[in-house]
Each structure stands twice: as C-alpha cells, then as structure tokens.
C-alpha cells in the first residue's frame, strides 16, 4: 500500500498538527502573542492597508531598520492597551527593542507572525512574463466574502487574514466542481524537503523505479 | 473521504517516484473502470454481455520544491492496490502549476502501461 507521509517523513506530523492548531486558535481570539511575547492582534486587512501606506518592509520587502519594527509592532499593537493617542508612551516602552540582541528576536517573531498569517493563502500560478493587477487584494477579499456571505466592507477588513484565508479555503472547495488541493504551508514544506533530501541520497534514490524506467526519463532539475 | 482520521494527519498524501524524482502526491484517485460487450437476440432483446476490465487511469495533485515538472510520458511504478501489486503509470497530462512559498503544486493525469 502506498506509504504514509506521517510514518516516513520526520516532523511532518508535528508540522500538521502546528498547522492545525494555528487554524482553530485563530477563532478563539483576535489577539495573539509573538514569540518573544510581545501581544499583538492578528494580522488583518486592515493593518495590510496601514502597513503598505507606511511603506513597512515587513509588507513591502527591504532592509529593515529599528523604525520599522517600531512602526509595525503599533500597527498591529493590542488596541484595547494602547490607545491612539498612547503612541508616544509606546515607543518609548519599546525602546528597548532596538538593542541588537532583542530586535533580532523582534524581527524574527514578526517573520513568524507573517509566516503564519499568510499560511493559507491561496497559489499563484506560475505564469511567464509580468502580470499587472486590476484592483487591490483587499477589494478581491471583500468582493469574495461580499458575495459568498454577504459580510460588510468594515467586517472583511477587521477580519484576520488566518481566518479569511480559511473561509476562502473553503468557499474554493464548494465551488469547485472536483476535489481541491491547497498548499499546507509547513507540512508540504517539511515533506518536499524530505522529498529532495531523499532524490539527493545516491543509497536510496530510484529505489522505487525499476532501471529500465530511469532510462527512458533522464531528465533532471538542473 | 476518511472514514476515519486519527491523530489529524493529512489523508490520501504519499511519496511518488516518478522518473527518478520525488514528488509529494496528494488526491491520488485510480479509476479502474469496466467495459461491457451486449448481445441481443432477433427481438433486440438482451441475451448476453461480457463485463471485463476497460484501461486504468488516474489523477494526482503533486507538490514540489525545486525539482523540475513532470513531463507527458514520465513513467513510475506504485502499488495502489497490494492485490494486483506493482504497477507502471505514465503521465499523459500536466496541468497549470501554482506556487506559494517555495512549494509548486501541479496536477496530472497518468494512465497504466499495459506492456513494460
């Protein structure tokens, strides 16, 4: 029978299981703790815009600087501590997170925090040359979850991405005439990576494919 | 559909080595359809049929790192049913292929090779 990736794939159950509990613990609470501790809310739509008109290079790419980390972690602050005009107060709390050794943990939370926010989001197509969009992703989102669920342009914005990317998970798979695959972010990550380490071994390679097969396909990725 | 899915892993994943390159297989589905011969008697009514096995083919959704996309005629072996043992597949279609991260994902069709 054919075999099991949890069975021969080492960490990819624990990769699932992550996966799984990142899901179901995005609708307990709209608030989350990054691994340094700090608390913040869930990366949602919202803070997208805030964060693409600040020009953050956690959204936009590019080196990133202590501003930066400052000027993130108060777009995704938790709103029911740090009011809008606490701004000044909150930086100045934060100050220390642009010590070396703490901003590394900062800038390395936040990685993780984007990781995990966008792990559901869906494939784009490996297409040639430069595609240009139409309108915005957040117009996309609010016109999907406008006309699946009839939700309000301010609840789609308010919404975490982990959660929207769900809904939209599952409005493709009702949608669509057969059934789907998505790409499980961490999972199919450490699977893939256990796939390439596996063609690499000269011991174990092939050992699936009868030689006569091997000869007629020797093709590889350079 | 899992009848059962314990300890949450996800169903109908597994290795697939198709020449010489591994790829993570996910939706692997093998139709094993059927074909019938009909006789009828003067009155067109029925008075026989031959039901036996028509051609194997199936559809899978691979996940890949850097390795390149199958191509059409790309040939592996696996034991989708341990009653009929090993058998040799070749890829007869490969689909749009999306990536996220790092990860491409591309579907295929694949039919059985009959003479190996």
């Known amino acids: ?222 | 559909m899992a009848l059962k899915n314990d300890g949450s892993i996800n169903y109908g994943s597994m290795p697939l080595t198709i020449a010489a390159v591994t790829y993570i297989a996910q939706n692997v589905k093998v139709n094993r359809p059927t074909f019938k011969i009909e006789s009828r008697d003067h009155l067109n009514r029925p008075d026989g049929k031959v039901t036996d096995d028509d051609f194997v083919t199936g559809t899978a959704t691979l996940k890949l790192g850097q390795n390149r996309v199958p191509k059409n005629g790309d040939e592996f072996l696996e034991t989708f049913d341990s009653e009929l043992g090993n058998e040799v597949f070749y890829i007869t279609n490969v689909g749009q292929s999306f990536e996220q991260a790092g990860i491409r994902m591309v579907e295929v069709a694949f039919d059985k090779k009959y003479n190996t």
């Not at chain 1, 624990?14 to 899901?23: I, K, P, S, Y």
Request: aromatic share 12%.
């Open chain 1, 1 to 222: 029978m054919p075999t099991r990736l949890s069975e021969v794939v080492p960490g990819y159950k624990e990769a699932v299981e992550r996966e799984l509990t990142l899901r179901e613990t995005a609708f307990l609470c709209d608030r989350t703790v990054l691994a340094n501790g700090l608390r913040v809310q869930q990366f949602t739509p919202t803070h997208m815009l805030q964060a693409l008109y600040s020009e953050s290079p956690f959204v936009m790419g590019g080196d990133v600087q202590g501003e930066h980390l400052l000027q993130f972690l108060w777009i995704i602050r938790e709103t029911a501590l740090w009011k809008d005009e606490d701004k000044q107060r909150f930086i100045s709390a934060h100050l220390y997170l642009i010590q070396p050794a703490a901003f590394m943990a900062a800038f390395h939370a936040i990685q993780q925090y984007m990781e995990e926010t966008f792990m559901d989001r869906p494939a784009s197509a490996e297409v040639a040359g430069e595609h240009t969009s139409y309108y915005s992703n957040v117009a996309e989102l609010v016109d999907i979850f406008g006309h699946e669920y009839g939700w309000e342009e301010q609840y789609i914005l308010n919404l975490p991405y982990i959660r929207l990317y769900q809904y939209l998970r599952c409005i493709i798979a009702r949608n669509s005439l057969e059934e789907v695959s998505f790409i499980n972010r961490f999972s199919d990550l450490v699977a893939v990576a256990w796939a390439g380490r596996r063609d690499a071994g000269p011991c174990i390679a092939n050992r699936n494919v009868p030689s006569s097969l091997q000869s007629e396909n020797p093709q590889r990725a350079p």
